[in-house]
């Protein structure tokens, strides 16, 4: 048996319209203000579709080849980008002037979520080759069509 937890999945198909990057790019694309909660400091680990789809076809792969076998794995990118970094990608991507509200920090949110793929680059050969930057032009390719 294998288990995977999946770092903050993004893609280009409308499969996530209450997520982040999904609802600034409406709010961007609409000229309209942005809200950011804290400082824009906060990181998350943002896995591109691709690179989950290539990990869990590796992950297939090993569960066949081996024998009562029980691991857990992350799939991410293992590079955190600040919530700053993001719009920014996101603002410039899509050639557009920055409208930020900047909010008090959520309770509860934390500072840093990132994947440790280093059991999943061993077991599965899995290396995630989507930047969050080509991730986003790939969204606003599709989001534009």
């Given at each position: 048996m294998l288990f995977v937890f999946v770092f903050s999945l993004f893609m280009d198909q409308d499969k996530g319209p209450d997520l982040a990057i999904h609802k600034f790019f409406k709010k961007i694309l609409n000229n309209e203000s942005i809200d950011l909660y804290g400082d824009g400091t906060t990181k998350r680990d943002y896995t591109y579709i691709e690179d989950l789809i290539d990990g869990l076809i590796k992950g297939l792969n090993y569960i066949n080849n081996h024998e009562e076998i029980f691991e857990i794995i992350n799939l991410g990118n293992n590079t955190p980008i600040s919530l700053n970094e993001m719009v920014n990608t996101?603002?410039?991507?899509?050639?557009?002037?920055?409208?930020?509200?900047?909010?008090?920090?959520?309770?509860?949110?934390?500072?840093?979520?990132?994947?440790?793929?280093?059991?999943?680059?061993?077991?599965?050969?899995?290396?995630?080759?989507?930047?969050?930057?080509?991730?986003?032009?790939?969204?606003?390719?599709?989001?534009?069509?």
């Open positions: 996101i603002y410039t991507v899509l050639n557009k002037e920055k409208n930020i509200n900047f909010l008090p920090m959520q309770p509860g949110d934390v500072n840093i979520t990132y994947a440790d793929i280093s059991k999943a680059k061993k077991l599965i050969n899995y290396e995630p080759k989507t930047t969050f930057k080509k991730g986003i032009e790939k969204f606003a390719d599709w989001y534009n069509k």
